[in-house]
């Protein structure tokens, strides 16, 4: 996951855009093993018109955009039931910035869905080898669940044994370690996202765009998902990718370590929180100003309390707004867009090192 709060001496997190898909497969559960494109799925459980899917955090902390991109994308699709799942009660953090309440916890899930869900999304998360999200993967498994990493949310999978004798692909700063830490599988480099059976993983945090796009697509056809990619502002979300084009200078470390040193030069950075805000635009703003490693973001409401996003997440206040403060407006509108002014500002703020540092950390790639 990468991310200022979780890493201070690491200089990256996530970011991408991925590819097409093929439409939900309608002939049961087999599907290719490995495909070059799009993704395939098998058809939803018996008794269900559109797939589960579960998007999945550990309360000890999950990242932000790897979770409620997916979220929100599928949502916006309208082309699969989405619940917001975490392994206990209470607040879920998203790091580095906000908190959550999810719809059910996994139990409650077990409880209401006996036969599993369809798709599991998995974020990185703080604790990747939290023995209760082994043993719920596990399960979900074993009843058919086809299991989505976003960015490091492949150590959750890979210590749950789900990526032994497959193919996969991670944050790009975390491939070597991957690699040695669990040989038994090929890692993949050069893609944004990577499918082996009912396995599917993605690169660095921005990736959770074009795989959530890729996930519409296989489920309801071309038409659909381009329709959502257009109400979002995404170009397109094709697999290619340049894995080298991503990695840390010594002059990136230089200004990271030089930039958490300097703490008196730290800023608070405020997004408002409203009802019906547009989860997507505050999950990406929130977390792209974050890896500055000159920022904290304060999601604020007069009050605190909590909100309903646009697509149904209650999202909750971390802290009240205070007057002369650097405020960052959100509206709905082109994802790439928002990104690419998000840098820009950061860089005219900052430096064009603190903009670089972010954009290596989502491991973003400027759209083609």
Avoid at 44 to 68: H, Q, Y
Avoid at 310 to 338: D, K, M, W
Wanted: with cysteine.
């Amino acid at each position: 996951m990468r991310t200022p709060v979780l890493a201070a001496a690491a200089t990256a997190a996530t970011l991408a855009f991925l590819q097409p898909v093929a439409p939900w497969a309608a002939t049961g559960p087999s599907v290719a093993l490995v495909r070059a494109d799009g993704l395939t799925l098998p058809a939803p459980k018996a008794g269900r018109a559109r797939p589960l899917v579960a998007v999945l955090a550990d309360n000890a902390g999950a990242e932000t955009t790897d979770f409620i991109i997916p979220y929100g994308v599928l949502k916006e699709s309208g082309v699969a039931e989405v619940r917001s799942v975490s392994t206990g009660p209470g607040a879920v953090r998203l790091r580095p910035a906000l908190r959550v309440l999810v719809d059910q916890t996994t139990a409650q899930f077990d409880a209401a869905e006996p036969a599993g869900a369809d798709i599991i999304i998995v974020p990185a998360q703080v604790k990747p080898k939290s023995p209760e999200l082994a043993a719920w993967l596990q399960a979900q498994a074993a009843k058919g669940a086809t299991v989505v990493s976003i960015c490091e949310g492949a150590r959750v999978l890979a210590n749950a044994g789900l990526l032994k004798d497959r193919r996969a692909t991670t944050h790009w700063s975390a491939l070597k370690g991957l690699t040695k830490a669990y040989p038994d599988t090929t890692w993949v480099r050069d893609r944004r996202y990577v499918q082996d059976g009912r396995v599917i993983s993605t690169t660095g945090v921005s990736a959770s765009i074009p795989a959530s796009l890729a996930l519409v697509e296989a489920i309801g056809g071309r038409p659909v998902a381009q329709a959502t990619a257009t109400r979002i502002g995404v170009r397109e979300w094709g697999p290619a990718h340049r894995t080298a084009d991503f990695q840390v200078t010594g002059a990136d470390y230089g200004h990271g370590i030089a930039a958490l040193a300097a703490f008196w030069r730290h800023e608070t950075v405020e997004v408002p929180l409203a009802d019906g805000v547009d989860e997507v635009a505050l999950a990406l703003r929130a977390d792209t100003w974050s890896r500055s490693y000159r920022t904290h973001v304060a999601i604020t409401r007069p009050g605190l309390g909590s909100v309903r996003s646009r697509h149904g997440l209650t999202i909750l206040a971390t802290g009240e707004p205070h007057e002369g403060a650097y405020r960052l407006p959100l509206q709905s509108g082109p994802v790439a867009a928002q990104i690419e002014d998000d840098l820009t500002s950061m860089g005219r703020r900052y430096g064009p090192e603190a903009a670089r540092l972010a954009k290596l950390g989502l491991e973003y790639d400027p759209p083609r």
